[in-house]
């Protein structure tokens, strides 16, 4: 298991988590459209909790989620989607946020819109 970062608050009783933040071009259209369904409930294909990161304004500007930390290369996890958590536990990251307005990382696949 890859070690987690510490994140050191200068609040005593404070519980901080480390956040990646990817860029969407970091993810084919179809694992976007997948995420987007399952955070919208009209998908169970993942099994993961995804949150639409922008919905005050009424549009998906991304996705959150919690990355699994003993994660399997499981048949309903898209490859970039497997890529990004295994990347964000290797950064030790809590939670992975991938955002449309986030610059591509040199270290990751970009993929180009289908």
């Given at each position: 298991?890859?070690?987690?970062?510490?994140?050191?608050?200068p609040l005593?009783?404070?519980?901080?988590?480390?956040?990646?933040?990817?860029?969407?071009?970091?993810?084919?259209?179809?694992t976007?459209?997948?995420?987007?369904s399952?955070?919208?409930g009209?998908?169970?294909t993942?099994?993961?909790?995804?949150?639409?990161?922008?919905?005050?304004?009424?549009?998906?500007?991304?996705?959150?989620?919690?990355?699994p930390?003993?994660?399997?290369h499981?048949?309903?996890?898209?490859a970039?989607l497997?890529?990004?958590?295994?990347?964000?536990?290797?950064a030790?990251?809590?939670?992975?946020?991938?955002?449309?307005?986030?610059?591509?990382?040199?270290?990751?696949?970009?993929?180009?819109?289908?």
């Open positions: 298991m890859a070690s987690r970062a510490k994140i050191v608050s005593p009783n404070a519980d901080l988590s480390a956040l990646l933040i990817v860029s969407i071009d970091h993810i084919c259209t179809s976007a459209q997948l995420l987007e399952e955070a919208n009209t998908s169970h993942i099994m993961l909790t995804i949150a639409n990161w922008g919905n005050l304004r009424k549009r998906a500007d991304g996705w959150f989620m919690w990355v930390h003993d994660i399997d499981d048949e309903n996890i898209p970039d497997y890529h990004l958590f295994a990347y964000a536990n290797r030790g990251a809590e939670y992975l946020l991938i955002d449309i307005d986030a610059d591509t990382n040199p270290d990751l696949p970009v993929y180009p819109e289908e």
